[in-house]
């Protein structure tokens, strides 16, 4: 519960200088905390059709699917021209929910037919129309890139102190989810046991009694499906994928393809 009341404070100061609604979300694009509760009048208007929210949430949901892929801030503007923003939260560096603002516009006289096109539809009286355009925040994009920043130092700072937590899930669960989000990345024991303040023996005995495997083994599987995956889906070359999918060598990946799959890389791709 205090944890819970310290983010809505969080959010709540946000708020107070910026403006901006902010909300925190978790993996699977819930929204668990926001300030202020309420949408904004336009977007609760646009919300009301369930043609037009289907269309923001899509949108939403592709920015988010954006961050858990780079890790990095997407700022980016909505389907009716309102600028937002997406931040990643983590969790003893495992993807544990995302940080957004938006709901105002950085040019209203540029993207008022975009903005006003979907009101019409709903709403349909001019005068209605009107006062809701004139009550969307208009922010200069120089402020609104502060803000991005602000945001930017809210979403390490309840990263760095593990503010936003994961519930009950055991230390080999969250390495686990930390192999299959960074398999491309180098990962040993060493960088295993800083990230997740443990020591190496705990960590390895652990995660052999959970997955009745080795934590380097996992790794390898990982890999190697996901460079199963690519071979079907894509031109990229063997070197290509080798390397993306976390190997430094060539050989020794077509190696263990072909000791796990029965096959080489280029076969298994041809059958």
Do not use: W
Not at 140 to 154: A, D, G, H, K, R
């Amino acid at each position: 519960m205090g944890a819970s009341l310290e983010i809505n404070d969080i959010l709540r100061e946000f708020h107070k200088i910026s403006g901006l609604r902010i909300s925190i979300h978790d993996t699977e694009f819930n929204e668990i905390f926001a300030y202020p509760k309420g949408l904004s009048p336009y977007c609760a208007i646009i919300q009301s059709n369930s043609a037009r929210k289907k269309e923001c949430l899509k949108n939403d949901r592709a920015a988010f699917e954006k961050v858990k892929t780079t890790g990095k801030i997407e700022v980016y503007r909505c389907a009716h021209g309102l600028f937002e923003a997406v931040a990643p939260i983590y969790h003893y560096g495992i993807i544990s929910g995302f940080l957004m603002m938006g709901q105002v516009c950085d040019d209203k006289i540029k993207y008022a037919e975009t903005i006003n096109a979907p009101l019409k539809s709903i709403v349909g009286n001019t005068k209605q129309i009107n006062q809701i355009f004139l009550g969307i925040r208009d922010v200069p994009t120089e402020l609104l890139n502060s803000y991005v920043l602000i945001m930017q130092v809210i979403a390490e700072y309840v990263t760095g102190t593990n503010r936003l937590f994961l519930g009950n899930e055991s230390i080999p669960r969250l390495v686990m989810k930390y192999l299959k989000q960074n398999y491309s990345s180098k990962i040993t024991l060493k960088v295993l046991a800083e990230r997740f303040s443990c020591c190496e023996s705990m960590l390895v005995k652990s995660f052999k009694k959970e997955y009745g495997t080795t934590i380097m083994n996992a790794l390898m599987d990982i890999r190697l499906e996901k460079s199963a995956e690519i071979l079907k889906n894509s031109r990229l070359s063997i070197k290509e994928i080798s390397s993306l999918c976390g190997f430094s060598e060539q050989n020794y990946f077509s190696k263990a393809f072909s000791k796990k799959f029965g096959c080489s890389p280029s076969e298994y791709r041809k059958s």
